[in-house]
Protein backbone atom coordinates (compact mmCIF):
# COMPACT_ATOMS: atom_id res chain seq x y z
CA UNK A 1 0.00 0.00 0.00
CA UNK A 2 3.21 2.27 0.21
CA UNK A 3 3.62 4.49 -2.85
CA UNK A 4 6.49 6.42 -3.67
CA UNK A 5 5.86 10.07 -3.23
CA UNK A 6 6.10 12.53 -6.61
CA UNK A 7 6.68 16.25 -6.42
CA UNK A 8 3.12 18.40 -6.87
CA UNK A 9 3.56 20.98 -8.99
CA UNK A 10 0.31 22.60 -10.67
CA UNK A 11 -2.01 20.13 -9.96
CA UNK A 12 0.00 17.09 -11.54
CA UNK A 13 1.91 14.47 -9.53
CA UNK A 14 5.50 14.10 -11.22
CA UNK A 15 9.05 12.98 -11.06
CA UNK A 16 11.91 15.86 -10.04
CA UNK A 17 13.37 17.30 -14.01
CA UNK A 18 17.13 15.19 -12.81
CA UNK A 19 14.81 12.18 -12.13
CA UNK A 20 16.69 12.17 -8.28
CA UNK A 21 14.80 10.76 -5.44
CA UNK A 22 15.52 9.27 -2.48
CA UNK A 23 14.55 6.30 0.19
CA UNK A 24 11.92 6.38 2.59
CA UNK A 25 12.73 4.19 5.57
CA UNK A 26 10.53 2.49 8.05
CA UNK A 27 11.97 3.08 11.43
CA UNK A 28 11.24 -0.16 12.75
CA UNK A 29 12.95 -1.91 10.68
CA UNK A 30 15.20 0.18 8.69
CA UNK A 31 14.09 -1.24 5.65
CA UNK A 32 13.34 0.97 2.33
CA UNK A 33 9.28 1.21 2.25
CA UNK A 34 9.44 3.58 -1.42
CA UNK A 35 10.93 6.77 -2.34
CA UNK A 36 10.34 10.39 -2.58
CA UNK A 37 11.09 12.54 -5.77
CA UNK A 38 13.53 15.38 -5.42
CA UNK A 39 12.83 18.50 -7.28
CA UNK A 40 15.62 20.43 -8.52
CA UNK A 41 16.17 24.11 -9.47
CA UNK A 42 14.10 24.36 -12.20
CA UNK A 43 11.27 22.38 -10.75
CA UNK A 44 11.32 24.54 -7.90
CA UNK A 45 10.41 27.48 -10.09
CA UNK A 46 7.94 25.58 -11.93
CA UNK A 47 6.48 25.47 -8.42
CA UNK A 48 6.91 29.01 -7.52
CA UNK A 49 5.11 30.01 -10.88
CA UNK A 50 2.26 27.52 -10.69
CA UNK A 51 2.07 29.07 -6.81
CA UNK A 52 1.81 32.52 -8.70
CA UNK A 53 -1.10 31.19 -11.10
CA UNK A 54 -2.71 29.80 -8.20
CA UNK A 55 -2.44 32.68 -6.00
CA UNK A 56 -4.50 34.44 -8.64
CA UNK A 57 -7.36 32.21 -8.95
CA UNK A 58 -7.62 32.16 -5.24
CA UNK A 59 -7.34 35.47 -3.95
CA UNK A 60 -10.09 35.60 -5.85
CA UNK A 61 -12.52 33.21 -4.80
CA UNK A 62 -14.67 34.19 -1.79
CA UNK A 63 -14.88 32.98 1.77
CA UNK A 64 -17.74 30.58 1.36
CA UNK A 65 -16.17 28.65 -1.78
CA UNK A 66 -12.92 28.86 0.32
CA UNK A 67 -14.58 27.16 3.42
CA UNK A 68 -16.21 24.96 1.08
CA UNK A 69 -13.10 23.23 -0.37
CA UNK A 70 -12.01 23.13 2.98
CA UNK A 71 -14.89 21.21 4.90
CA UNK A 72 -15.06 18.79 1.89
CA UNK A 73 -11.21 18.20 2.32
CA UNK A 74 -11.78 17.49 6.05
CA UNK A 75 -14.57 15.31 5.25
CA UNK A 76 -12.31 13.10 2.90
CA UNK A 77 -9.61 13.32 5.08
CA UNK A 78 -11.77 11.63 7.86
CA UNK A 79 -12.88 9.01 5.36
CA UNK A 80 -9.38 8.19 4.25
CA UNK A 81 -7.99 8.39 7.91
CA UNK A 82 -7.25 5.55 8.57
CA UNK A 83 -5.31 4.21 5.67
CA UNK A 84 -3.17 7.63 5.90
CA UNK A 85 -2.49 6.82 9.61
CA UNK A 86 -1.15 3.65 8.28
CA UNK A 87 1.06 5.22 5.80
CA UNK A 88 2.20 7.31 8.87
CA UNK A 89 3.07 5.00 11.13
CA UNK A 90 4.70 2.92 8.63
CA UNK A 91 7.44 5.97 7.78
CA UNK A 92 7.33 7.45 10.90
CA UNK A 93 7.04 4.69 13.10
CA UNK A 94 4.54 5.95 15.75
CA UNK A 95 1.84 3.84 17.40
CA UNK A 96 -1.21 3.37 14.72
CA UNK A 97 -3.50 4.59 17.52
CA UNK A 98 -1.50 7.98 17.93
CA UNK A 99 -1.85 7.84 14.74
CA UNK A 100 -5.35 7.45 14.25
CA UNK A 101 -5.50 10.55 16.87
CA UNK A 102 -3.24 12.96 15.04
CA UNK A 103 -5.71 12.53 12.17
CA UNK A 104 -8.18 13.37 14.12
CA UNK A 105 -6.60 16.73 15.04
CA UNK A 106 -6.06 17.13 11.22
CA UNK A 107 -9.89 16.40 10.61
CA UNK A 108 -10.69 19.65 13.32
CA UNK A 109 -7.80 21.86 12.08
CA UNK A 110 -9.45 22.16 7.93
CA UNK A 111 -12.48 22.21 9.41
CA UNK A 112 -12.00 25.09 11.78
CA UNK A 113 -9.80 27.03 9.31
CA UNK A 114 -12.73 26.19 7.09
CA UNK A 115 -14.98 28.15 9.18
CA UNK A 116 -12.72 30.98 9.73
CA UNK A 117 -12.50 31.28 6.58
CA UNK A 118 -16.33 33.01 6.23
CA UNK A 119 -15.44 34.84 9.38
CA UNK A 120 -12.88 37.06 7.68
CA UNK A 121 -14.30 40.79 8.00
CA UNK A 122 -13.06 43.99 7.40
CA UNK A 123 -13.80 47.07 9.18
CA UNK A 124 -15.35 50.59 8.53
CA UNK A 125 -14.59 53.95 10.12
CA UNK A 126 -15.79 56.97 9.83
CA UNK A 127 -13.38 59.47 11.47
CA UNK A 128 -14.55 62.71 12.82
CA UNK A 129 -15.00 65.90 10.50
CA UNK A 130 -16.57 63.99 7.59
CA UNK A 131 -13.83 64.60 5.14
CA UNK A 132 -12.94 61.08 4.11
CA UNK A 133 -14.10 57.26 5.54
CA UNK A 134 -11.49 54.71 6.13
CA UNK A 135 -11.84 51.09 6.08
CA UNK A 136 -9.36 47.96 6.37
CA UNK A 137 -9.42 45.45 4.31
CA UNK A 138 -7.90 42.09 5.38
CA UNK A 139 -5.95 41.15 2.22
CA UNK A 140 -3.95 37.07 1.73
CA UNK A 141 -0.22 37.67 1.28
CA UNK A 142 0.55 35.95 -1.71
CA UNK A 143 2.62 32.92 -2.52
CA UNK A 144 3.78 31.22 0.98
CA UNK A 145 6.03 28.69 1.86
CA UNK A 146 5.47 25.68 4.30
CA UNK A 147 8.11 24.10 6.05
CA UNK A 148 7.63 21.13 8.03
CA UNK A 149 9.57 18.37 10.35
CA UNK A 150 8.73 14.56 10.42
CA UNK A 151 7.68 14.15 13.79
CA UNK A 152 3.57 15.37 13.13
CA UNK A 153 3.75 14.40 9.44
CA UNK A 154 0.05 15.43 9.49
CA UNK A 155 -0.77 17.94 11.92
CA UNK A 156 2.70 20.03 11.16
CA UNK A 157 1.54 20.52 7.09
CA UNK A 158 -2.34 20.90 8.16
CA UNK A 159 -1.76 24.10 10.69
CA UNK A 160 -0.40 25.44 7.69
CA UNK A 161 -2.26 24.86 4.76
CA UNK A 162 -5.63 25.47 6.52
CA UNK A 163 -5.01 28.93 7.65
CA UNK A 164 -2.84 29.54 4.33
CA UNK A 165 -6.06 28.92 2.20
CA UNK A 166 -8.56 29.86 4.50
CA UNK A 167 -6.98 33.34 3.97
CA UNK A 168 -6.72 33.16 0.30
CA UNK A 169 -2.62 32.05 -0.14
CA UNK A 170 -0.86 29.69 -2.43
CA UNK A 171 1.43 27.52 -0.58
CA UNK A 172 4.61 25.47 -1.56
CA UNK A 173 5.11 23.18 0.90
CA UNK A 174 7.94 21.72 1.91
CA UNK A 175 7.54 18.23 3.77
CA UNK A 176 10.21 16.05 5.74
CA UNK A 177 11.55 13.77 3.10
CA UNK A 178 11.34 10.89 5.97
CA UNK A 179 7.59 11.04 5.92
CA UNK A 180 6.09 12.27 2.34
CA UNK A 181 3.56 10.11 2.15
CA UNK A 182 1.32 11.42 4.65
CA UNK A 183 1.83 14.53 3.39
CA UNK A 184 0.57 13.90 -0.23
CA UNK A 185 -2.37 12.24 0.94
CA UNK A 186 -3.04 15.73 2.67
CA UNK A 187 -2.42 17.19 -0.75
CA UNK A 188 -4.31 14.55 -2.68
CA UNK A 189 -7.50 15.41 -0.40
CA UNK A 190 -7.43 19.18 -1.49
CA UNK A 191 -7.28 18.42 -4.95
CA UNK A 192 -10.08 16.03 -4.44
CA UNK A 193 -11.70 18.16 -2.53
CA UNK A 194 -11.46 20.51 -6.11
CA UNK A 195 -9.22 23.20 -4.83
CA UNK A 196 -7.96 24.95 -8.04
CA UNK A 197 -4.31 23.58 -9.86
CA UNK A 198 -1.01 25.64 -8.41
CA UNK A 199 -3.07 26.85 -5.38
CA UNK A 200 -1.00 23.93 -3.38
CA UNK A 201 2.20 22.49 -4.56
CA UNK A 202 4.23 19.66 -2.75
CA UNK A 203 8.29 19.84 -3.05
CA UNK A 204 10.91 17.68 -1.79
CA UNK A 205 14.39 17.82 -1.96
CA UNK A 206 17.48 18.87 -0.49
CA UNK A 207 16.28 20.81 2.49
CA UNK A 208 19.05 23.92 2.39
CA UNK A 209 18.63 23.63 -1.33
CA UNK A 210 14.93 24.28 -1.45
CA UNK A 211 14.68 26.39 1.17
CA UNK A 212 17.41 28.95 -0.26
CA UNK A 213 15.74 28.81 -3.52
CA UNK A 214 12.12 29.61 -2.19
CA UNK A 215 13.22 32.33 0.42
CA UNK A 216 14.52 34.27 -2.36
CA UNK A 217 12.12 34.33 -5.05
CA UNK A 218 10.56 37.34 -5.08
CA UNK A 219 7.12 36.32 -5.10
CA UNK A 220 7.07 34.37 -1.83
CA UNK A 221 5.94 36.70 0.94
CA UNK A 222 5.68 34.53 4.14
CA UNK A 223 7.50 31.20 5.23
CA UNK A 224 6.33 28.86 8.13
CA UNK A 225 8.71 26.55 9.71
CA UNK A 226 8.50 23.49 11.96
CA UNK A 227 11.85 22.70 13.35
CA UNK A 228 14.66 23.34 14.85
CA UNK A 229 16.08 26.42 16.36
CA UNK A 230 19.12 26.18 14.47
CA UNK A 231 17.47 26.11 11.25
CA UNK A 232 15.05 28.18 12.24
CA UNK A 233 17.35 31.09 12.65
CA UNK A 234 19.03 30.13 9.46
CA UNK A 235 15.57 30.78 7.43
CA UNK A 236 15.01 33.96 9.44
CA UNK A 237 18.30 35.01 8.21
CA UNK A 238 17.32 33.92 4.53
CA UNK A 239 13.76 35.57 4.96
CA UNK A 240 15.64 38.84 5.80
CA UNK A 241 16.78 40.53 2.79
CA UNK A 242 13.36 39.92 0.96
CA UNK A 243 11.67 41.13 4.15
CA UNK A 244 9.57 37.88 3.85
CA UNK A 245 6.92 37.14 6.84
CA UNK A 246 8.08 34.33 9.30
CA UNK A 247 6.21 32.55 11.47
CA UNK A 248 8.67 30.02 13.52
CA UNK A 249 7.66 27.19 15.41
CA UNK A 250 10.68 25.87 17.13
CA UNK A 251 12.04 23.65 19.30
CA UNK A 252 11.74 23.63 23.46
CA UNK A 253 12.91 22.20 26.49
CA UNK A 254 9.91 22.29 28.69
CA UNK A 255 10.14 22.20 32.53
CA UNK A 256 7.78 20.02 34.13
CA UNK A 257 7.06 21.25 38.19
CA UNK A 258 5.68 19.07 40.97
CA UNK A 259 5.00 21.35 43.66
CA UNK A 260 4.85 20.59 47.54
CA UNK A 261 0.84 20.45 47.20
CA UNK A 262 0.07 18.90 44.45
CA UNK A 263 -2.00 15.96 43.41
CA UNK A 264 0.87 13.31 42.80
CA UNK A 265 -1.42 10.58 41.41
CA UNK A 266 -2.67 13.39 38.80
CA UNK A 267 0.89 14.92 38.28
CA UNK A 268 2.64 11.21 37.40
CA UNK A 269 -0.02 9.91 35.56
CA UNK A 270 -0.65 13.33 33.63
CA UNK A 271 3.36 13.62 32.91
CA UNK A 272 4.46 9.92 32.05
CA UNK A 273 1.68 9.65 29.56
CA UNK A 274 2.51 13.21 27.89
CA UNK A 275 6.68 12.16 28.05
CA UNK A 276 6.56 8.95 26.03
CA UNK A 277 4.12 9.67 23.40
CA UNK A 278 5.82 9.99 19.87
CA UNK A 279 8.46 8.32 21.86
CA UNK A 280 9.18 12.09 23.35
CA UNK A 281 9.37 13.48 20.10
CA UNK A 282 7.41 16.46 20.56
CA UNK A 283 8.39 19.59 20.55
CA UNK A 284 5.81 20.55 23.64
CA UNK A 285 6.77 17.25 26.21
CA UNK A 286 7.89 17.92 29.01
CA UNK A 287 11.50 17.23 29.49
CA UNK A 288 12.62 18.37 32.85
CA UNK A 289 11.31 17.37 35.69
CA UNK A 290 11.64 19.34 39.23
CA UNK A 291 9.79 17.23 42.00
CA UNK A 292 9.51 18.78 45.28
CA UNK A 293 11.00 16.66 47.95
CA UNK A 294 8.05 15.71 49.43
CA UNK A 295 6.74 13.86 46.21
CA UNK A 296 10.26 12.86 45.13
CA UNK A 297 10.72 9.41 45.70
CA UNK A 298 6.83 8.72 44.86
CA UNK A 299 7.39 10.72 41.38
CA UNK A 300 10.73 8.96 40.45
CA UNK A 301 8.83 5.18 41.31
CA UNK A 302 5.83 5.99 38.93
CA UNK A 303 8.10 7.28 36.38
CA UNK A 304 10.30 4.04 36.42
CA UNK A 305 7.29 1.84 36.66
CA UNK A 306 5.71 3.64 33.38
CA UNK A 307 8.80 3.56 31.73
CA UNK A 308 8.93 -0.44 32.47
CA UNK A 309 5.30 -0.92 31.42
CA UNK A 310 5.66 0.45 28.07
CA UNK A 311 4.90 -1.78 25.13
CA UNK A 312 7.97 -1.38 23.10
CA UNK A 313 7.79 -2.20 19.22
CA UNK A 314 6.40 -1.97 15.86
CA UNK A 315 4.11 0.69 15.97
CA UNK A 316 1.59 -1.36 13.23
CA UNK A 317 1.23 -4.01 16.37
CA UNK A 318 -1.76 -3.01 17.68
CA UNK A 319 -0.15 -3.87 21.40
CA UNK A 320 2.84 -1.55 20.80
CA UNK A 321 2.29 1.52 22.98
CA UNK A 322 5.82 3.04 22.54
CA UNK A 323 7.40 3.52 18.81
CA UNK A 324 10.66 2.89 17.72
CA UNK A 325 12.25 6.83 16.94
CA UNK A 326 11.73 8.54 13.93
CA UNK A 327 15.36 7.86 12.40
CA UNK A 328 19.10 6.50 13.37
CA UNK A 329 19.97 10.87 14.28
CA UNK A 330 17.74 10.49 17.43
CA UNK A 331 18.87 7.14 18.86
CA UNK A 332 22.92 9.33 18.59
CA UNK A 333 21.32 11.61 20.11
CA UNK A 334 19.95 9.95 23.07
CA UNK A 335 23.06 8.05 23.41
CA UNK A 336 25.40 10.74 23.57
CA UNK A 337 22.85 12.59 25.90
CA UNK A 338 22.69 9.58 27.99
CA UNK A 339 26.25 9.37 28.04
CA UNK A 340 27.18 12.69 28.80
CA UNK A 341 24.63 12.59 31.96
CA UNK A 342 25.65 9.23 33.19
CA UNK A 343 29.49 10.91 33.38
CA UNK A 344 28.57 13.90 35.11
CA UNK A 345 27.09 11.56 37.64
CA UNK A 346 23.54 10.86 37.01
CA UNK A 347 22.36 7.52 37.87
CA UNK A 348 20.11 5.91 34.96
CA UNK A 349 16.94 4.11 36.93
CA UNK A 350 15.80 2.55 33.66
CA UNK A 351 16.71 2.34 29.79
CA UNK A 352 19.47 4.55 28.90
CA UNK A 353 20.57 2.11 25.91
CA UNK A 354 19.40 1.01 22.06
CA UNK A 355 16.43 -1.62 22.20
CA UNK A 356 17.01 -4.61 19.81
CA UNK A 357 18.49 -5.24 17.05
CA UNK A 358 16.79 -3.65 13.97
CA UNK A 359 15.35 0.17 13.49
CA UNK A 360 15.55 2.91 15.54
CA UNK A 361 14.65 1.81 19.13
CA UNK A 362 15.78 3.67 22.60
CA UNK A 363 14.33 2.56 25.59
CA UNK A 364 12.06 4.84 27.89
CA UNK A 365 14.91 6.23 30.01
CA UNK A 366 14.79 7.93 33.32
CA UNK A 367 17.81 9.86 34.85
CA UNK A 368 17.96 10.91 38.92
CA UNK A 369 20.64 13.30 40.20
CA UNK A 370 21.63 15.04 36.70
CA UNK A 371 23.78 18.27 37.47
CA UNK A 372 22.66 21.47 35.68
CA UNK A 373 24.98 21.63 33.49
CA UNK A 374 24.15 18.32 31.87
CA UNK A 375 23.16 18.44 28.39
CA UNK A 376 20.10 16.99 29.15
CA UNK A 377 19.12 19.53 31.28
CA UNK A 378 20.26 22.42 28.69
CA UNK A 379 19.45 20.70 24.82
CA UNK A 380 15.95 19.55 23.69
CA UNK A 381 16.08 16.09 24.28
CA UNK A 382 13.68 15.52 21.90
CA UNK A 383 13.23 11.61 22.79
CA UNK A 384 12.07 10.12 25.51
CA UNK A 385 14.56 10.47 28.04
CA UNK A 386 13.23 12.12 31.75
CA UNK A 387 15.67 13.72 33.94
CA UNK A 388 14.12 14.34 37.26
CA UNK A 389 15.75 16.51 40.18
CA UNK A 390 14.45 17.84 43.46
CA UNK A 391 13.71 20.57 44.73
CA UNK A 392 12.80 22.34 47.73
CA UNK A 393 11.41 26.25 47.45
CA UNK A 394 9.55 26.41 44.44
CA UNK A 395 11.35 30.18 44.27
CA UNK A 396 14.49 28.57 43.78
CA UNK A 397 12.80 26.58 40.82
CA UNK A 398 11.23 29.39 38.64
CA UNK A 399 14.68 30.59 37.75
CA UNK A 400 15.75 27.34 36.60
CA UNK A 401 12.63 26.75 34.51
CA UNK A 402 13.05 29.74 33.08
CA UNK A 403 16.90 29.83 32.77
CA UNK A 404 17.29 28.41 28.92
CA UNK A 405 17.02 29.89 25.67
CA UNK A 406 13.69 28.28 25.54
CA UNK A 407 10.10 29.58 25.70
CA UNK A 408 7.70 26.70 24.10
CA UNK A 409 5.86 25.23 26.89
CA UNK A 410 5.61 24.99 30.86
CA UNK A 411 3.94 22.43 33.13
CA UNK A 412 3.08 22.73 36.63
CA UNK A 413 1.20 20.52 39.46
CA UNK A 414 0.15 22.47 42.08
CA UNK A 415 -2.77 22.32 44.50
CA UNK A 416 -3.76 25.89 46.26
CA UNK A 417 -4.91 28.62 43.99
CA UNK A 418 -2.60 31.25 45.43
CA UNK A 419 0.03 28.57 43.81
CA UNK A 420 -1.48 28.43 40.74
CA UNK A 421 -1.37 31.83 39.85
CA UNK A 422 2.57 32.45 41.07
CA UNK A 423 3.18 29.72 38.09
CA UNK A 424 0.87 31.26 35.64
CA UNK A 425 2.56 34.36 36.21
CA UNK A 426 6.20 33.55 36.57
CA UNK A 427 6.57 30.82 33.99
CA UNK A 428 8.11 32.30 30.91
CA UNK A 429 6.68 29.99 27.96
CA UNK A 430 4.53 30.05 25.05
CA UNK A 431 2.14 27.79 26.73
CA UNK A 432 1.45 27.16 30.20
CA UNK A 433 -0.42 24.40 31.61
CA UNK A 434 -1.57 24.07 34.91
CA UNK A 435 -2.69 20.46 36.53
CA UNK A 436 -3.00 19.41 32.98
CA UNK A 437 -0.61 18.89 30.12
CA UNK A 438 -2.75 20.40 27.39
CA UNK A 439 -2.44 19.71 23.72
CA UNK A 440 -2.54 22.50 20.86
CA UNK A 441 -5.65 22.81 19.13
CA UNK A 442 -6.97 24.38 16.07
CA UNK A 443 -8.94 27.10 17.49
CA UNK A 444 -6.53 28.29 20.24
CA UNK A 445 -2.60 30.40 19.29
CA UNK A 446 -0.33 28.98 20.01
CA UNK A 447 3.51 29.96 19.82
CA UNK A 448 6.71 30.49 21.53
CA UNK A 449 8.90 33.12 23.33
CA UNK A 450 12.60 33.40 23.57
CA UNK A 451 14.65 30.87 20.72
CA UNK A 452 11.33 28.89 20.72
CA UNK A 453 9.55 30.90 17.59
CA UNK A 454 8.04 33.72 16.06
CA UNK A 455 4.12 34.31 15.43
CA UNK A 456 0.84 31.66 16.30
CA UNK A 457 -0.52 28.72 14.73
CA UNK A 458 -4.01 27.88 15.27
CA UNK A 459 -6.88 30.47 15.86
CA UNK A 460 -7.83 33.08 14.08
CA UNK A 461 -4.28 34.65 14.65
CA UNK A 462 -2.93 31.88 12.38
CA UNK A 463 -4.89 33.25 9.57
CA UNK A 464 -4.03 36.69 10.00
CA UNK A 465 -0.16 36.23 10.02
CA UNK A 466 -1.17 35.12 6.17
CA UNK A 467 -2.85 38.53 5.47
CA UNK A 468 -2.29 42.07 5.07
CA UNK A 469 -4.52 44.80 6.26
CA UNK A 470 -4.59 47.43 3.96
CA UNK A 471 -6.45 51.11 5.03
CA UNK A 472 -8.30 51.93 2.17
CA UNK A 473 -9.32 56.30 2.78
CA UNK A 474 -11.63 57.55 0.41
CA UNK A 475 -12.36 61.00 0.28
CA UNK A 476 -16.17 61.87 0.77
P1 LIG B 1 17.44 19.38 11.70
O1 LIG B 1 17.71 20.55 12.53
O2 LIG B 1 18.46 19.03 10.64
O3 LIG B 1 16.06 19.49 10.91
C1 LIG B 1 14.85 19.86 11.50
C2 LIG B 1 13.81 19.97 10.37
O4 LIG B 1 14.18 21.04 9.51
C3 LIG B 1 13.76 18.75 9.45
O5 LIG B 1 12.42 18.53 9.08
C4 LIG B 1 14.59 19.13 8.24
O6 LIG B 1 14.14 18.51 7.04
C5 LIG B 1 14.37 20.61 8.16
N1 LIG B 1 15.52 21.33 7.65
C6 LIG B 1 16.82 21.12 7.94
N2 LIG B 1 17.60 22.00 7.32
C7 LIG B 1 16.76 22.80 6.60
C8 LIG B 1 16.96 23.92 5.75
N3 LIG B 1 18.17 24.42 5.51
N4 LIG B 1 15.86 24.47 5.20
C9 LIG B 1 14.63 24.00 5.42
N5 LIG B 1 14.38 22.96 6.22
C10 LIG B 1 15.43 22.37 6.82
O7 LIG B 1 17.30 18.19 12.67
P2 LIG B 1 16.53 16.82 12.68
O8 LIG B 1 17.53 15.77 13.02
O9 LIG B 1 15.67 16.58 11.50
O10 LIG B 1 15.60 17.09 13.92
C11 LIG B 1 16.19 17.19 15.18
C12 LIG B 1 15.84 18.42 15.91
O11 LIG B 1 14.84 19.19 15.29
C13 LIG B 1 15.29 18.04 17.25
O12 LIG B 1 16.34 18.03 18.18
C14 LIG B 1 14.28 19.06 17.56
O13 LIG B 1 14.85 20.06 18.35
C15 LIG B 1 13.95 19.70 16.27
N6 LIG B 1 12.59 19.44 15.81
C16 LIG B 1 11.61 20.25 16.27
C17 LIG B 1 10.32 20.04 15.85
C18 LIG B 1 9.18 20.89 16.35
O14 LIG B 1 8.05 20.42 16.35
N7 LIG B 1 9.42 22.14 16.72
C19 LIG B 1 10.03 19.01 14.97
C20 LIG B 1 11.05 18.20 14.52
C21 LIG B 1 12.35 18.44 14.93
Redesign the pocket.
Known amino acids: MYKDTLLFINGTWREGRDGKSENVLNPANGQVLGTVANASHSDLDDAIASAQAGFQVWRKTSGEDRAAILHKTAALIAERSNEIATLMTLEQGKPLAEAKGEMERVVETFTYNAEAATKIAGQNYDPPGGAFRQSVRPEPLGVTVG??????PAI?PARKLGPALAAGCSMIL?A???TPRTAAELVQALHDAGLPPGVVNLVFGT??????TLLAADPVRKVS???????GK??AG?AAPGLKRLTL????HAPAIVCEDADIEAATAALTGFKFRNAG????APSRFYVHERHYDAFVDAFVSAANSQTIGDGMDPATSFGPMA?E??VE?MEQLTEDARAKGAKVLTGGKRHGNQGYFWEPTVLTDVPDDARVMN?????PIAPIARFSELDEVIPKANGLPFG?AAYAFAGSSDTVSYLADHLEAGGVAINAVTPMRADTPFGGMKD??IGYEGGMEAIESYMHKKLVSTGL
Not at 147 to 152: I, K, M, P, S, V
Not at 225 to 231: A, D, I, N, R
Open positions: LTAWNFLKSEEPSEVSSFTGSVPVLLLELGGQVCINRRAEEPFGLSG
